[in-house]
Each structure stands twice: as structure tokens, then as C-alpha cells.
């Protein structure tokens, strides 16, 4: 199991770009897939990207509202993934989640192990 830490969230204005990060602990950071999910005021929680892990190199996925303009990567030797996410809507103001699991399957399904989320605020 990892423990999460999410930070980068803040307020910015609509056409703006963020880089969220979550920094991992524990030794296995590498062969955990990680994903991002986000939760708007009143809205159930939403996926956003998800990275997966492999030794010839990872696969990334995303939710379709969220293609070219989000990019999610990660970095093995910092224990970090990484949420870019550029052109930035109102619409995109939530709570930003990291998530973590060895199996990219149970990332999408929403479960695994979550930080403590980072607030996104977009104005118009």
C-alpha cells in the first residue's frame, strides 16, 4: 500500500494551466498504476486519467471530456505522478484525487489508495 500527498491546486483563471503532483511513499511506487479523479460540489466523483505501469513502458487513459487538454505522467525516481492539465474551465473546479493500486483496472473502478485531494478552482 502507498500513502498519497496531492499538491499544486490553487485559483487560476479560465485558459490558464496547473500541474498537479502526488508524491508516493513506499518502496513499490513503480509497479503501482495511479490515476486521477476529481469531485465537483455536489457531483459524484469523476474520472480524470490514469497511468499504468509496465516493464516496457506505461499507458496512459483518460476520460473523454478531458482528451488533449490533460496529461498525466509519472516519474519513478521521484515517486511522483504528475496531472497537466491545460486550458482550464470553470467546469473544471472540483477537488482533484490521486489514487494508486497495482492493477489499472481497479484504478478505473475507483478504488485503491486515495490522498487527501487538492482544491482546483477555475475562474471565469
Known amino acids: 500500500q502507498v500513502q498519497l500527498v496531492e499538491s499544486g491546486g490553487g485559483l487560476v483563471q479560465a485558459g490558464d494551466s496547473l500541474r498537479l503532483s502526488c508524491a508516493a511513499s513506499?518502496?513499490?511506487?513503480?509497479?503501482?498504476?495511479m490515476g486521477w479523479f476529481r469531485q465537483a460540489p455536489g457531483k459524484e466523483r469523476e474520472f480524470v486519467a490514469a497511468?499504468?505501469?509496465?516493464?516496457?513502458?506505461?499507458?496512459?487513459y483518460y476520460a473523454d471530456s478531458m482528451k488533449g487538454r490533460f496529461t498525466i505522467s509519472r516519474d519513478n525516481a521521484k515517486n511522483t505522478v504528475f496531472l497537466q492539465m491545460n486550458s482550464l474551465k470553470p467546469e473544471d473546479t472540483a477537488v482533484y484525487y490521486c489514487?494508486?493500486?497495482?492493477?489499472?483496472?481497479?484504478?478505473?473502478?475507483?478504488?485503491?489508495?486515495w490522498g487527501q485531494g487538492t482544491q482546483v478552482t477555475v475562474s471565469s
Open positions: 489514487v494508486g493500486d497495482p492493477e489499472i483496472v481497479t484504478i478505473r473502478r475507483g478504488f485503491g489508495s
Open positions: 497511468i499504468s505501469w509496465s516493464w516496457s513502458g506505461s499507458s496512459t
Open positions: 513506499g518502496r513499490t511506487f513503480s509497479r503501482y498504476a
